[in-house]
């Protein structure tokens, strides 16, 4: 059963006294009446280590004399404190995004961040997630899987995909999609595959990962192409995987047994790690596929090592820009500017620019007035299976229609 706000117990921590006095009779107005107030750190985590004060919830001030906001967002860890945290201060925009990263590389669940002097509705916007989402997330969402596990997922072949389309922005055209993979457990569930892609690369399993993942994909690709379908399918390939040359052949074999033209088929490089001292191999397996007419991806660019080296020394004709600079770089000076630089640069280079995590209408206007070529994120659709494909493309015809008001130039 949900908590109504009442029940839910709340901390204030903030130096200024008239700041605790105001986000009291604000909570209050929201309905939110067990609130506690500390003008320190140092009292606060004494309510923390008591059971019968422990809070839900902490709005919590970054700039403090003696003890700060970051500093105790670390005392927090150690006392390994399981409610949720909306961060309040002064600072500008950069200052709190850095601090909200580091908030959630601790692992503590951040609502949001406000700026002073707080805004009441802003304040009530952030609050809603509280009181609409508090439910527990899934059991599968926290456990752990073994290399076993994984392995015997690949071999009862327990991995499915799913495809999340990519859309023209000039025009609404559905391009391609970009593949998937999740872990249909026969117990937990659909198991996402940031619980397992890491036990695959640090187990030796991800290139019979990726061969179960490439083999359904390009299967797949050839019943679509068959069809009438000529999407372009994405498929993620880490460095990992090309380390040996017998990766070239698998790939080109697949597109022949299915028929399918090498163009359809774009390899997406994500990177786990540098590129090895010894650069032959994979320079020679992605030089090889592009001179056969497969399309090369660069993606999450901008972020880990998907960098300007990497530009210059693979043949890409394709690059995405991570989710991260895209979503809110209407609003958010810091992103817009990423995100401008890499659609200018790969515009520069000739490239297809693809924008990741396109979450709502902002995002698409400003991938619209920007010139960006394509886009994908959930504002378009989640990923999908095959057979949804079809249900989804009249409904976003319409939409094209109707709601985003698209005519190809």
């Given amino acids: 059963m949900m908590q109504g706000p009442a029940n839910i117990k709340i901390l204030i921590l903030d130096d200024d006294t008239f700041m605790l006095k105001l986000l009291t009779r604000m909570l209050a107005k929201l309905g939110y009446s067990t609130v506690t ?15 019968d004060t422990r809070p839900e919830l902490i709005l919590l001030d970054l700039n403090m004399p003696d003890m700060d906001g970051i500093e105790f967002v670390r005392y927090l860890v150690d006392r390994d404190y399981r409610g949720k945290l909306i961060l309040v201060s002064g600072e500008d925009e950069r200052m709190l995004r850095t601090a909200e990263k580091l908030v959630q590389a601790h692992k503590i669940p951040l609502l949001g961040y406000l700026h002073k002097p707080v805004d009441p509705g802003k304040l009530s916007e952030i609050l809603q ?59 937990d569930g659909v198991v996402s595959p940031n619980q397992f892609i890491h036990i695959a690369e640090d187990n030796n399993l991800i290139d019979d990962l990726t061969r179960l993942v490439l083999t359904q994909a390009v299967v797949q690709a050839g019943k679509w192409h068959q069809e009438g379908q000529t999407l372009r399918v994405s498929i993620n390939v880490t460095m990992d995987n090309l380390t040996s040359l017998d990766f070239q052949d698998m790939v080109v074999n697949l597109v022949n047994e299915n028929n399918l ?7 997406e490089i994500t990177e786990s790690q540098v590129m090895g001292a010894d650069a032959r191999v994979p320079l020679e397996i992605l ?15 901008g972020t880990g090592h998907s960098s300007l080296a990497q530009l210059r020394d693979i043949p890409f004709n394709e690059l995405k820009i991570d989710q991260g600079f895209v979503h809110r770089a209407w609003e958010d000076d810091t992103l817009r500017a990423i995100y401008d630089a890499s659609l200018a640069m790969g515009k520069q280079l000739g490239m297809d620019i693809v924008a990741e995590g396109v979450e709502d209408r902002n995002d698409w206007e400003l ?43």
């Fill in 367 to 409: 991938l619209r007035q920007t010139g960006c070529d394509m886009a994908q994120g959930n504002f378009i659709s989640e990923p999908l299976l095959p057979a949804d494909l079809p249900g989804w493309q009249q409904v976003w015809q319409q939409r094209v229609q109707d709601e985003l008001k698209v005519t190809a130039k």
């Fill in 129 to 187: 997630k509280l009181t609409v989402g508090e439910v527990a997330s899934p059991i599968s969402n926290s456990k752990t899987y073994s290399a076993e596990d994984v392995q015997a997922a690949i071999t009862n072949r327990e991995l499915v995909n799913y495809y999340q389309p990519k859309v023209s922005v000039v025009s609404g055209e559905v391009i391609g999609v970009e593949t998937l993979v999740r872990w249909h457990h026969p117990q």
């Fill in 287 to 301: 030089t090889r596929l592009r001179l056969k007419r497969f399309h090369l991806s660069i993606d999450d660019f």
């Fill in 261 to 267: 033209p090498p163009q359809k088929i774009v390899i």
């Fill in 37 to 51: 107030t500390c003008d320190n750190g140092s009292d606060a985590l004494i309510k923390i280590d008591q059971a």
